[in-house]
Each structure stands twice: as C-alpha cells, then as structure tokens.
C-alpha cells in the first residue's frame, strides 16, 4: 500500500478516504514535521516565560481568563478530553470516525497548532492499524470545534476509552488500551496546548460533507441516467436536450447534464418510431431535467471546491505563529463551521428535488396516459398492483427528505455563559445531508427499475446509453413476472448507485 504524506496542504478527499478504508496508510510529511516542531518550540517558550496566554496555561470557553499553574498542565489538559467527552447518541460508523481522525491529523500537520509531531504519529498510527475510537454522534454544535466526538476520539490517545479494531472478519470491540498494544502502540499523556488542538475543530463536519459529497457525485450522474431512462420509456422528445437550448443559458452544470442525458439517447431507435405522435411538449420532470439536476451540479462544484480547502486548513484555537525568535498566539474563530453547515443545508435541499423529479418520471412511466402501457407496469391489470407500491416508497422517501432539508443552520443557541453565542450546527447538518443521499439513492433506483421494465414492454432499442443502463439495472433486478416481493431488489440497487457501479460501465 502507498503511502499518503499528511503535509497539511495537499490532501485530497478521495486520498482521506482510502487511507480511512485501508487501502493506503499515511505517513507524517517530513515538511509538517519541521513546521510541527517549530510551533511546539513556541509553546514551550510562552510556558517558560511565564506568560499568560489563552490556550496554553488558562482555562477554557467563558474560564478563559483563569490561570492555569505550571504543576497543573497536563492535568488541564486530561480534565478537558474528559469532560467533554459526553457525547450521546448512536455510535459513529467507525470507517466515519477513521475518516474523522486523517482529517484531524492533516489539519495539525500544517504546523500552526502547538502541538508535538509524536501526538500525529500516534493518530496515524492507529489510523493505519484500522483502531477506531468509539464516539457517540452528537454533541458537537459545529463551533468551537467538534468537541464532544474529538474529545471521545482523544481519550484513545490516553489509553482510555473503548476502540473498535478492523480485523478480517469485522470489527471487533476491546479497550483502547489494548487495541493500542495489540498493534505495538504506546498511550501518551499530552503536554500543554495539545488537548485543545486535538478536539478544536472542524474534522466530523468535514468527514461526513466528504462522504455526502462523493455519494451525491454517483447520485446526480444517476439522476441523468434515470432522466434518460425514463423518457425512453414513455417515448419522450429528445429536443429539449439540444446544445442549442443550453448554449443559451450557459449555467455550466445545466449544460452537463443536457449533454450527458442526450449522450445517454443517442442512437434511439424509439425516438424514430413516434416522430409522427400528437405530442408537443412532455412535462417538465422531462423537459426541466438539466434545468433541475444542473444546479446540483454547480453546487457539487463549490462545495468540493470549499472542502478541499477545509481539510488542508488549521481550524483549532488559538494558533502559534513562530517567527524566529517572536511567537504570537492568536485566538480567532477558524474552528467555526458555518460553510460546511451552509453547504449541508444546500445539499439537503438538492437532495429532496432530485428526488421529488424522480418520483414525478415514476409516475409518468406507471401512468398509461402517458406510457401507452398497462397501469403500475402490471400484467394482469387489477388481479395484479403491478409497480404501484414501489411509487409509494419513493414517495415515502421524499417525506423523509422533506423534513431533513429543513435547515440547521437557523438553530443557533448560545452557550459558555454566552461566550459562544453563535453555532453552526454544522455536525447536525452534515450528517443529516449524508442520510439525505441515502434516501435519494432508493428513489433514483426505484425510478431505473420501472423505467428498465417499461423498456421491456417496448419493441424498439432505446439510445445506446440508456441501452447500456438497462443491462445493467437486470443484473441486480429481474423483469416482472407477476407481484413480488421487491424490498431486496430495490435496496441492492440503490447500494450500487452508492457504489459507483453505474457510473463504472461508462468509464
């Protein structure tokens, strides 16, 4: 396995997410070391010189501006990783928490921060070995840090705390103490500075907006795929996917997605057996289509855009600035996750619309006014529902979506004596966006499967795309043949979207 240098600078999402998986493991940049170890010289500095500075030898939040004796900064910084690690709630996924902790380490390795190269080289070190502290979900409110679930992921560290271990036949629990030994890691007590840096930041948020990101990247390719699917399968115009149209209104991801649809209809031969029909216009789950997935398209750009800058950023507090001889440590609000909370909420949102045109496509294609089939795609029409019930889940999905695309961003509540009077909820919200793509997946693939089995119904080849598509739809689900029950086609379905494969097939 190659190795990922963690440097503080270049880390990429897909680069953060192999190394959480396995399949790469990370490595300390030998820069960020230097960087490391130049800061944690000023820190040491400020200690020796008695100098009152917030962060290193006072207390924290609204106890700022309490000293902290010299005796006592180890203890401080243990009583801070314990008390706030009171996380509640489900437990993260430890693949999540992995993920958490490369952002974590990437974040210290730009060398801002105080904090000792050997702290980093622990964390990746059980990155490496697959040791996953265990974090209860909530607790973070998406400023100051996500203190709660970084606060659970330091005790590790400590020795203390329970850890899930990746082993060959799964995860297995034990106390982190001896998953730390089973793979010849060592705890560390953390000297000044270094528990704040640990748990001052924004590295849950990042973790869960780089995986919504990914997932909805597979996801608006297949609502394009769907799209093109579908309109095969009532026999839709082509015309509104004309570059001409697009061109006119160059809003770049519309054009993509125009683009990939018509890419996806080229060659139809159903196209050519009803140029001749009454119809003028098909509604605008069809004719809207780049309209309406485009803009998840830009919006997937910024926001891949903003987290790359994320990740490789210094968002602990305070940060320690060494210019040879001068150390300044500057307290500002760099661990505030208001953009990734933005984006969370835009993406919650994006999420509920591609799947609300989604599920106006299924019911076009179950609607014989304008498939021309048999209602619900049954066979025996009456004795038999057909695809009917698979409309209702898709929309039973958008409900949920509905209630996840309202904001969290507008649930601020102050705290720390009102020192902290205004959070992001960005925790909240970027996990709440990553269920969102789960529940969009099951209504993108519950519109393949009744477009695939429309197509079935039909004597004329669709575009080669959706050709292409179609054979891939009946490896996971077979054609009608009477009611059945559909739950497990309809689930490994949408799995796969998740997965990539569809958008493997096309390179």
């Known amino acids: 396995m190659a190795d990922v240098e963690i440097d503080?600078?270049?880390?990429?999402?897909?680069?953060?997410?192999?190394?959480?998986?396995?399949?790469?493991?990370?490595?300390?940049?030998?820069?960020?070391?230097?960087r490391m170890e130049e800061s944690r010289k000023g820190v040491e500095q400020i200690i020796d010189s008695g100098e009152v500075v917030y962060g290193i030898n006072t207390g924290f939040g609204a106890m700022s501006s309490v000293r902290i004796g010299g005796d006592d900064l180890e203890q401080l910084q243990s009583n801070l990783i314990k008390s706030h690690a009171c996380g509640v709630g489900d437990l993260m996924d430890p693949n999540h928490v992995l993920l958490m902790m490369v952002f974590r380490a990437n974040s210290l390795a730009r060398g801002v921060s105080g904090i000792r190269p050997k702290i980093v080289d622990l964390l990746l070190g059980m990155v490496n070995h697959g040791i996953a502290p265990i974090i209860p979900r909530i607790g973070s409110l998406g400023a100051s840090g996500d203190?709660?679930?970084?606060?659970?992921?330091?005790?590790?560290?400590?020795?203390?705390?329970?850890?899930m271990v990746r082993k060959e036949s799964g995860w297995v629990t034990m106390s982190s103490i001896d998953a730390l030994h089973s793979v010849g890691l060592e705890p560390t007590e953390l000297a000044a500075k270094e528990g704040l840096s640990l748990i001052n930041g924004t590295s849950q948020m990042c973790a869960y907006l780089a995986l919504t990101i990914l997932n909805l990247e597979k996801l608006v390719f297949a609502?394009?795929?769907?799209?093109?699917?579908?309109?095969?399968?009532?026999k839709g115009s082509h015309s509104p996917?004309?570059?001409?149209?697009?061109?006119?209104?160059?809003q770049s991801g519309q054009a993509i997605s125009a683009a990939r649809i018509s890419a996806f209809l080229k060659g139809s031969k159903?196209?050519?057996s009803h140029e001749d029909c009454n119809r003028v216009q098909d509604a605008y789950c069809f004719r809207c289509a780049p309209q309406v997935h485009g803009p998840v398209i830009d919006l997937l750009t910024e926001t891949r855009r903003m987290l790359e800058i994320e990740i490789n950023s210094a968002t602990d507090n305070p940060l320690v600035f060494v210019d040879g001889e001068d150390v300044d440590v500057i307290s500002g609000g760099n661990f505030h996750g208001q953009n990734l909370a933005l984006a969370s909420d835009s993406i919650a949102i994006a999420c509920h619309e591609l799947a609300c045109i989604s599920e106006r496509r299924i019911n076009q294609v179950l609607d014989p006014q304008w498939s021309g089939q048999i209602p619900f795609l049954a066979q025996?029409?009456?004795?038999?529902?057909?695809?009917?019930?698979?409309?209702?889940?898709?929309?039973?999905?958008?409900?949920?979506?509905?209630?996840?695309?309202?904001?969290?961003?507008?649930?601020?509540?102050?705290?720390?004596?009102?020192?902290?009077?205004?959070?992001?909820?960005?925790?909240?919200?970027?996990?709440?966006?990553?269920?969102?793509?789960a529940l969009l997946s099951q209504v993108l693939a519950n519109e393949l499967i009744c477009g695939t089995e429309a197509?079935?119904?039909?004597?004329?080849?669709?575009?080669?795309?959706?050709?292409?598509?179609?054979?891939?739809?009946?490896?996971?689900?077979?054609?009608?043949d009477g009611d059945s029950v559909m739950s497990k086609e309809c689930t490994t379905l949408s799995n796969q979207l998740l997965d990539g494969s569809l958008q493997e097939i096309f390179g």
């Not at 609502?223 to 009532?234: G, H, M, N, P, V």
């Not at 996917?241 to 160059?250: A, S, T």
């Open 8 to 34: 503080g600078h270049s880390l990429t999402i897909e680069g953060a997410i192999s190394v959480a998986n396995g399949n790469n493991t990370a490595l300390l940049a030998k820069s960020a070391r230097r």
């Open 147 to 163: 203190l709660a679930p970084l606060s659970h992921m330091s005790l590790a560290i400590l020795g203390e705390g329970e850890s």
């Open 223 to 234: 609502a394009d795929s769907c799209a093109a699917t579908s309109l095969e399968a009532i």
């Open 241 to 250: 996917f004309d570059p001409r149209i697009h061109d006119n209104r160059p």
């Open 270 to 272: 159903i196209k050519i």
């Open 380 to 437: 025996n029409e009456g004795l038999e529902s057909g695809y009917m019930i698979v409309q209702y889940v898709a929309a039973a999905c958008i409900a949920e979506l509905h209630l996840l695309a309202n904001p969290v961003t507008t649930s601020n509540i102050p705290v720390s004596m009102g020192k902290e009077d205004h959070v992001s909820m960005g925790a909240t919200g970027t996990f709440r966006s990553l269920q969102s793509t």
């Open 455 to 480: 197509l079935d119904r039909i004597p004329h080849k669709p575009g080669g795309g959706v050709a292409e598509i179609h054979i891939w739809v009946r490896k996971f689900v077979d054609q009608y």
